[in-house]
């Protein structure tokens, strides 16, 4: 009976470690076509919003860096943290395009990209996905689609995807 027990253990971690294999410690290429620091100039009836927000991103492999620039007539946050209705923020994570569409995962950061725990404006996950409109090697055209406005983004810098050890 011992040696039935052993034998369906020694099966059961054989198919267990055969079906598992490892991934390698190494960050993904990402789609060659995003790869690039892209720069939205202008915001499409601005002067007639409330509030908008200005987008740079730097793409590089499987990884982003997003700064955010919001301009706003209203104050929706304490007077220390209004700053006259302009402010920065930042994120970082990796990315997944799949068809036309575009998946942002990541968290809030101070500006040079270190986790932001506390403090104004937005702390935590970072998640927006955006619709590819329309694509060329110097220009973008994404849709968010949590609010359905569009984001035209320039390219500022092209970037070669060299994958770096995790």
């Not at 955006?130 to 320039?154: G, H, I, M, V, W």
């Amino acid at each position: 009976m011992l040696r039935k027990d052993f034998c369906f253990l020694l099966l059961a971690f054989c198919f267990l470690f055969s079906a598992c294999r490892r991934l390698p410690d190494v960050q993904g290429k990402g789609a060659v076509l995003l790869q690039g620091v892209w720069v939205q100039d202008t915001v499409p009836l601005a002067e007639q919003l409330l509030s908008y927000t200005s987008h740079k991103f730097k793409i590089t492999c499987d990884s982003f860096y997003v700064d955010l620039t919001t301009y706003s007539k209203v104050n929706y946050y304490s007077d220390s943290c209004f700053q006259n209705g302009v402010w920065k923020e930042y994120a970082k994570g990796i990315y997944v395009m799949r068809s036309d569409s575009i998946f942002l995962e990541g968290t809030y950061t101070y500006a040079n990209y270190k986790q932001k725990l506390s403090g104004c404006y937005h702390i935590g996950r970072y998640i927006k996905s955006f619709k590819l409109k329309k694509a060329s090697a110097s220009e973008l055209l994404l849709e968010s689609t949590d609010n359905q406005r569009e984001l035209t983004l320039k390219l500022a810098e092209k970037i070669i995807c060299v994958p770096k050890e995790l």
